[in-house]
């Protein structure tokens, strides 16, 4: 009992310091960094949306960026081009996006494995060429520049330090909300498809329809993120929005590790973070990434914290058998 | 004109073919599917650049070459990718081969910069056939191709080692203990994969300029051929690979330029939800 009350003084020390430092960062460091950790936490948006569909539901989608940015420029046609309120559009790409993933889910979830990979493929592609050539609704191979900044009522997000508030305010907020989806019957549902889908049928699971929820919920996510991205940015292009880019959330997610959320913010953390403190090597950087990935991969199958638990199961398993030890058993 | 349509159709179509026949045998023989297969394309068509332009070796030459150098970097890539995870689940193997694909991207950068490189055609010059004018380098490509994969076909179907690769790939425990060393019968594979993707890259260098970003969108059609062909089937992937050319160069010529990639996938969404399986694929009903 004593213990418990210990651990859980614990991690109320440890929320404490993270809010001392969430509130503190912006005054302590140069606004390039806070500029990277806002991207950093949109990176962590997009690949928590792919964990509710690749870490809970087991199907890898590489659509994800073009979720991304189906939500970013809804935002910018909306509040740029039609004069909408920043809030409306947000919540416009939020739903739009859901939308969009729902209804084309029910065409891609009729395939399995491999073959929805593929699709996903395809359906990245043919988005990515939509906004590259589309002139009159994503602007074409020029972009969208100009994008109205963020505000609520009176108050504008026009610096750096108050968009990490923003960000961080709704990645906290989506993180606890997935959180929650992990332990209610529809995350475990979701688990079920991903362990078994006959098993799952034979609960009475709707395999397409939980499937296709998993894929609104990202698109919910991936809506947030491409908005954020738009108002953050204030300049949107295809090139933002391409296959390479999915596949990148894909490996940032099997690097944290796809069976927790928090697999995918120490992922996000990494890809965004290494490359400054990596400077120094320049040109070798992307090369030193590809083969740690592969490296990464051999040594921990499971990612970062599917290692780190590994290891804490051998510490528990070593420091019982050595109780046992001494208890002469 | 029509003539000239099919024929650019049909060479572009052989060679996503034979990168598609590469990832099926890979397919085939391990049961992953490898991400990185288009960028072997793109360090054939590097190799073979650095042997015709920088030496100045005739092309043909380099052309063998490179084969051979590209088959060996496939044995390679198999023991740095394939063999440590080959307990590890099909993920791990996938996001294995994408950072395969980002490594071999810039490391190609890092030796050849970035600068679009171009090599001599296999042969120049135009020919004039049935009353149009084709250029010999489509041509070539259609008849090398079609070499190509009549050999890869017979080697698989009617010689020894094609049987210990076809036993190895149905079953790695029974074929060991048949007495065939599974990772030779492995490592082959690879190195016919990769080689016929290599050579792929030779024959389109001298259509498309070389940059080390020029394997992504092969590889993706590659992937197309191969899902509308079903997969797992060598004759379903060249099927698949000539439509998919075909398709791409007839929409680039009578819907639009633009758009040309978004048709070819939008065919590949319709051929899956018309038929999941492929062409060639046979349905096989979930085992609980």
């Known amino acids: ?329 | 004109m029509i003539l000239q349509l099919i024929v650019t159709g049909i060479s572009l179509g052989v060679v996503y073919g034979l990168i598609g026949m590469g990832m099926v045998l890979i397919f085939r023989a391990v049961g992953i599917v490898n991400f990185a297969q288009g960028d072997f394309l793109m360090l054939g068509a590097f190799i073979c650049f650095a042997f015709n332009q920088k030496m100045g070796m005739p092309i043909w030459l380099s052309f063998a070459i490179t084969a051979v150098l590209i088959g060996l970097s496939g044995i390679v890539f198999q023991f740095i990718t394939y063999w440590p995870l080959r307990d590890a689940q099909d993920k791990t193997i996938i996001v294995s081969t994408l950072g395969a694909s980002i490594a071999l991207r810039e490391m190609t950068k890092l030796i050849w910069g970035s600068t679009p490189q171009t090599i001599d055609p296999l042969r120049g010059g135009i020919v004039k056939i049935a009353g149009a004018l084709l250029q010999w380098q489509y041509v070539i490509i259609i008849v090398f191709a079609a070499l190509l994969m009549s050999m890869v076909y017979f080697l698989l179907e009617k010689t020894l080692l094609g049987n210990i690769m076809q036993a190895t790939a149905q079953d790695k425990y029974a074929a060991s203990l048949m007495g065939i060393p599974i990772i030779v019968a492995i490592g082959l594979t690879f190195f016919i994969s990769m080689l016929i993707t290599g050579a792929g890259g030779v024959m389109l260098a001298p259509i498309f300029f070389i940059t080390n970003t020029m394997g992504v969108m092969a590889g993706v059609k590659a992937f197309a051929a191969v899902v509308i062909g079903g997969f797992g089937s060598v004759q379903g992937a060249i099927i698949g690979g000539l439509l998919i050319g075909l398709i791409e160069v007839f929409a680039g010529t009578y819907v639009s330029t633009t758009y040309k990639d978004t048709v070819v996938f939008a065919v590949l969404i319709i051929s899956l939800l018309v038929r999941p399986q492929g062409i060639f694929g046979e349905k096989i009903s979930e085992k609980a």
């Not at chain 1, 404490?16 to 302590?28: D, G, R, Y």
């Not at chain 1, 940015?69 to 920043?86: D, E, K, L, Q, V």
Request: net charge positive; glycine share 10%; with cysteine.
């Open chain 1, 1 to 329: 009992m004593r213990k418990l009350k210990i651990k859980n003084l614990i991690i109320l020390f440890l929320i404490a310091l993270a809010f001392a430092l969430i509130i503190n960062f912006p005054h302590i460091s140069s606004i390039y960094m806070i500029r990277v950790l806002n991207m950093t936490m949109i990176t962590y948006l997009a690949v928590l949306s792919l964990y509710v569909v690749f870490g809970m539901a087991g199907q890898s989608s590489f659509a994800q960026c073009g979720l991304m940015g189906i939500g970013a420029y809804i935002t910018a046609n909306m509040c740029t081009r039609w004069g909408f309120s920043p809030i409306f559009g947000m919540i416009m790409s939020m739903l739009g996006t859901a939308l969009f993933a729902f209804i084309i889910g029910f065409a891609l979830f009729r395939l399995k494995r491999f073959y929805f990979s593929f699709s996903t493929i395809a359906l990245m592609t043919i988005l990515n060429g939509i906004f590259a050539n589309w002139t009159k609704g994503t602007g074409g191979p020029v972009g969208m520049g100009n994008l109205v900044q963020f505000s609520v009522g009176g108050f504008v997000f026009d610096t750096e330090a108050k968009y990490f508030y923003l960000i961080i305010g709704f990645s906290i907020a989506a993180s606890i909300i997935i959180w929650k989806l992990f332990r209610s019957p529809l995350g475990r549902s979701f688990m079920a498809v991903r362990d078994n889908e006959i098993a799952a049928s034979c609960m009475g699971i709707n395999n397409l329809l939980t499937k296709n929820i998993a894929f609104a919920i990202s698109g919910i996510l991936c809506g947030l993120a491409g908005s954020l991205f738009a108002f953050l940015s204030g300049y949107i292009s295809a090139t933002s929005f391409a296959l390479p880019q999915s596949q990148l959330y894909l490996v940032v997610i099997m690097i944290g590790g796809s069976s927790s959320p928090i697999g995918a913010l120490i992922g996000s953390i990494l890809i965004n973070l290494l490359p400054e403190w990596l400077r120094f090597l320049k040109d070798y950087m992307m090369l030193i990434y590809g083969v740690g990935i592969m490296g990464l991969m051999v040594v921990l199958p499971e990612g970062l914290v599917g290692g780190g638990k590994d290891l804490y199961a051998k510490y528990i398993k070593r420091k019982r058998s050595r109780v046992d030890a001494e208890q002469g058993l």
